[in-house]
């Protein structure tokens, strides 16, 4: 779930400097980067509900 989380920051990051949000680096401007970092914000939230489904798997169910 972390690894999501982390996956969730850094494509979000990667994403506003590809749309030229964040004017910082050498990423700016460059649209490849917001393709890339909408396909890591997906990635990062799979990785998330997974990691939830799992968390909820492993707990007894109160019945």
Do not use: E
Not at 36 to 63: D, E, T, W
């Amino acid at each position: 779930m972390s690894l999501g989380l982390f996956a969730l920051t850094t494509g979000g990051v990667w994403t506003l400097q590809g749309l030229d949000y964040l004017d910082d680096g050498l990423m700016s401007g460059k649209t490849v980067w917001a393709a890339v970092g909408g396909v890591l914000i997906i990635a990062g939230f799979a990785l998330v509900v997974l990691g939830m489904r799992r968390r909820s798997a492993g707990r007894p169910s109160a019945g």
